[in-house]
């Protein structure tokens, strides 16, 4: 049986995904697989999961030796079990940049495509074989592309994200606005979790200028619930970043209707950082970055210390 999972602190394309794949493997390819996840799927996530009526896929610990699997979301060790180049990596599907680090048994099938949702990239590899997805998995691949794209607000939109989205909801009877606002009003929904859940709830780890940054975000509708947590957020970095081997968290709260990020500063480091990355002039403990919206384009790359 193959496993096929996504990255940890799994998202919404980082739990679609898998399903929609293990799907493909399953009932197109004959080839048995099984969707998991490497940790709980955030709110939105959960949300699609009950929506429409799938199953949540079990959480893993780790991978074994030997143990088939397939790498969807992410190509990226550090957001990966710990034993990943042990086990038989068969394929990556991927939107993100190469990260390298993973190493394979043998030469596999890797995809990267600069395209905003790995959903986008699935229903491209599947072919004519796309026409049979049922319609529970259809709408899986609608939400990824939905919540990776902000709805399209996203600089990470494609013409080919959009052009899908429109296609699925046609076939689906779903209008698009409608619900896409189901599915914000989940991912805005934070009330009941703690402040290290918040902070881990949406993060990859990355390394800059010698610092190793474990980089959050936060997108939603109602980006006040979260900043009226600001100073216990800002308090619960330290143990995050200390427990979870990081110098410092980076938290943007991403205003999805606004469309800017707020950046919270704790730190001397994280002033610095905001300074050199985005041009601004940090003065208090926040600072606001109008048009930034994707942590893949708009954060990550410009990253400097």
Same mark, same amino acid.
């Given at each position: ?8 602190? +799994? ?21 048995? =697989? ?120 996203? +600089?990470?939109?494609? =013409?080919?994200? @959009? ?16 619900? =896409? ?10 009330? @009941? ?29 109602? +980006? ?46 994280? =002033? ?34």
């Amino acid at each position: 049986m193959i496993k096929v999972f996504g990255h940890k602190s +799994p998202d919404t394309d980082s739990t679609g995904s898998p399903i929609i794949w293990a799907w493909y493997l399953t009932h197109v390819k004959h080839t048995p =697989a099984q969707a998991v996840l490497l940790g709980e799927p955030n709110t939105e996530a959960a949300f699609v999961l009950r929506r429409w009526d799938l199953p949540k896929p079990p959480i893993i610990d780790g991978v074994q030796p030997g143990e088939k699997v397939v790498i969807v979301d992410t190509n990226n060790p550090a957001e990966l079990p710990s034993g990943i180049n042990e086990a038989d990596i068969l394929a990556i599907i991927d939107h993100h940049k190469l990260v390298g680090g993973i190493q394979t048994k043998g030469p596999i099938d890797v995809t990267i495509r600069p395209l905003a949702c790995t959903a986008t990239i699935l229903h491209d590899l599947m072919g004519d074989a796309a026409a049979e997805m049922p319609d529970n998995i259809k709408c899986a691949m609608l939400s990824c592309i939905l919540s990776d794209t902000l709805e399209f607000r996203s +600089p990470t939109t494609t =013409a080919h994200d @959009r052009h899908l989205a429109e296609k699925l909801a046609r076939e689906l009877g779903i209008r698009i606005p409608d619900y =896409a606002d189901e599915l914000f009003a989940a991912k805005s929904d934070v009330s @009941r979790f703690s402040d290290a859940e918040l902070l881990r709830m949406d993060s990859k780890e990355y390394e800059v200028g010698g610092k190793k940054l474990r980089v959050s975000v936060l997108e939603t509708t109602a +980006p006040h619930v979260v900043l009226e947590r600001k100073a216990s957020l800002m308090d619960s970095m330290p143990a995050v970043a200390a427990e979870d081997g990081a110098d410092q968290v980076l938290l943007f709260v991403i205003d999805i209707l606004r469309e800017e990020a707020t950046l919270l500063v704790p730190s001397e480091l994280v =002033a610095t950082i905001a300074e050199k990355s985005f041009g601004v002039t940090v003065s208090g403990d926040t600072v606001v970055l109008p048009g930034v919206m994707s942590r893949k384009k708009q954060i990550i790359p410009v990253l400097a210390l």
